[in-house]
């Protein structure tokens, strides 16, 4: 009756079955204790009552079953300590519960058909017995999250009769005391051990070259101890590991960060690694290129070290890569396009190191071309670098992006539009040299938490709807060109602007006036050229079909008359006078005087331009 809705304690009354082999009462809603009359069922093998809300004390009657084989007790709230005489059993599944008390010797000598014991998230203390070496069907053996061991030299001397274990596949033992050197003996486990955790204890020393010799291993947890030296290039051999986590966290006393040496380019060879986790140690050198082959890479974790060169584009390679952390180094060089352009990405940091140049287009440009591939990117830190540019526009397409923080770096030109990443948060884009207004497109998103746009050269008026209406989370100093916004942030009020009927008012008389003289130089200029063109036609009409010139009959008289009798009086008379004191009465007017002197120009231009042989 697994996995269904059950209420109340377990009935009593099943002791009255005399012949049950199994009570398979796992994955329900009951509560009380485990009642002590089915300590009578001399025939159960199999007591499955675990993800349950029982309580109380084990009870040792239970120690009268002596046919059992499963015992799953899991996920309770039950306490006690175990029973001694359950020689037949098979699999011991007590964890999450409140057990206590000592892992006795006994269990090795009176447990021999034990295969799985899984004790985790209870409060067992002392050692591991190293009777456990005398289980020799023993697969399974996890101790995680107890209070076991201790600081003493030979708290760990029970992993050397774990050698005679030849089936263990998994050795579970973190979040305990253990601390001493780091055992030796681990090389001499069965080979068919798949996975060892060793995390969060104060164990020292060296992790040993012969670890390779576990060549069946997928998960090794090595985090949050003290380890020092480098990772050993045979860790390589380990074509199987899928997940390598040999780091130490930076809260771990004493504080020091102990890996040192360089990533062996032989951890290439770790084709099937899921997890790399090397943060917050003193890894020195470059980034092996190697990398690149571990096709099945998930996660990659190299933050908080002192790698220097540049990435390798060869992590392009790495097609299923989901959170690349390789900030707080010393790497350089430009962010290589097939990283960023991986569509299986949902975390970057990038932070903290001296990367240059500008980001590559590639971000995003996937979108385009197969719609949701890169909508797993939620997170991207490239803050406190050298970073230079235009921000590349095609981050917008990255519609799953809730963090972006690209503070501390030297990016120009306007803020991109981002107006379609309506899951965005978090926006930090301080210090550096954006210029141009404010998009008011910020104003519409409304998952906006926090926007920073400090010390760049943005201009224009600051909103005061949406992120901008809260001072605390919105920071805009360090812009000296920006006024308006709420009163706390202390901007110049924006210059009033005047509305269109106010600007249509002034310019209407401007441009009358305008039109006005040009409509009039227009007229002007053409009535000028209708009579330079009628008098150039009276001329060319003085002039016969021949080109001989048409002298106008003109009789004796009218010739007498308009030279006065054939007058011999002088032209200097008419223009100018002989005496200041005398009246000429046959004195020029000044528009007599203009009249001769166009005439005069008009016979020479006759003479030099119509004349059929020009008069020079």
Not at 569 to 588: A, K
Request: with cysteine.
């Amino acid at each position: 009756m697994s996995y269904n809705f059950l209420g109340g304690e377990v009935p009593s009354n099943l002791s009255q079955w005399s012949k049950l082999v199994t009570v398979a009462l796992d994955h329900n809603s009951l509560v009380g204790h485990i009642p002590s009359e089915l300590g009578s069922l001399s025939k159960l093998t199999k007591l499955h009552l675990g993800s349950n809300n029982l309580s109380e004390s084990f009870r040792a009657s239970l120690g009268n079953l002596t046919y059992l084989q499963e015992l799953k007790l899991s996920y309770n709230q039950l306490k006690g300590t175990l029973p001694d005489s359950l020689s037949q059993m098979r699999r011991i599944g007590l964890s999450y519960n409140y057990f206590w008390g000592n892992l006795r010797s006994i269990i090795g000598i009176h447990l021999p058909m034990l295969q799985i014991l899984d004790l985790p998230g209870n409060n067992f203390t002392g050692n591991v017995p190293a009777s456990l070496g005398k289980v020799k069907n023993l697969r399974w053996l996890n101790v995680n999250g107890n209070q076991l061991g201790s600081d003493e030299p030979d708290n760990m001397n029970f992993i050397s009769s774990l050698a005679n274990c030849s089936n263990l596949q998994y050795l579970l033992l973190a979040h305990n005391h253990f601390g001493g050197m780091f055992p030796n003996s681990v090389a001499n486990l069965s080979t068919l051990l798949a996975g060892l955790h060793m995390g969060q204890y104060r164990i020292r020393g060296n992790i040993p070259k012969e670890i390779a010799n576990l060549v069946n291993l997928n998960i090794l947890y090595l985090q949050e101890n003290r380890l020092t030296g480098s990772i050993p290039a045979s860790i390589g051999i380990l074509s199987n590991l899928g997940t390598l986590k040999p780091r130490e966290l930076k809260y771990t006393l004493p504080a020091r960060k102990s890996l040192t040496g360089s990533i062996p380019a032989s951890i290439g060879i770790l084709s099937n690694l899921g997890t790399l986790n090397l943060d917050s140690n003193r890894l020195t050198g470059e980034i092996p290129s190697s990398i690149g082959n571990i096709t099945r890479l998930l996660y990659l974790y190299l933050s908080g070290n002192t790698l220097n060169g540049t990435v390798p584009p060869s992590l392009g390679n790495c097609k299923q890569l989901l959170r690349p952390y390789i900030g707080e180094n010393n790497l350089s060089g430009i962010i290589p396009g097939q990283l960023l352009s991986l569509p299986s990405l949902a975390h970057v940091n990038i932070s903290y190191n001296s990367f240059m140049g500008s980001l590559p287009m590639e971000i995003g440009v996937e979108l385009s071309k197969r719609i949701g591939d890169i909508t797993n990117l939620a997170g991207f830190d490239l803050s406190y670098n050298n970073f230079s540019g235009m921000i590349p526009s095609t981050i917008g397409k990255c519609l799953a992006l809730e963090l972006l923080y690209m503070q501390h770096n030297s990016f120009e030109g306007s803020i991109p539009y981002l107006a379609d990443l309506q899951n965005l948060r978090e926006l930090d884009l301080s210090r550096n040299n954006l210029s141009g207004e404010i998009p008011p497109w910020t104003l519409n998103l409304s998952s906006l938490l926090y926007l920073n746009l400090s010390d760049n050269n943005l201009e224009g008026e600051v909103p005061v709807q949406g992120v901008f209406s809260n001072s605390t989370a919105l920071q805009v100093a360090g812009n000296p060109k920006l006024c308006g916004g709420i009163q706390e942030f202390d901007l110049p009020p924006c210059p009033k602007q005047e509305n269109h009927r106010t600007k249509r008012k002034r310019l209407t008389p401007v441009l009358t006036a305008i039109i006005s003289i040009v409509l009039f130089a227009a007229i002007a200029c053409f009535l000028l050229s209708m009579f330079f063109i009628k008098r150039s036609r009276k001329r060319r009409d003085a002039t016969s079909t021949s080109g001989h010139l048409i002298f106008p009959m003109i009789t004796y008289k009218e010739l007498h008359d308009a030279t006065n009798g054939f007058s011999s009086d002088s032209l200097e008379e008419w223009l100018h006078q002989e005496s200041e004191g005398q009246i000429q009465c046959n004195s020029l007017n000044i528009l007599q005087r203009l009249n001769i002197a166009i005439d005069v120009a008009s016979a020479l231009y006759y003479l030099h331009h119509q004349c059929e042989i020009p008069v020079l």
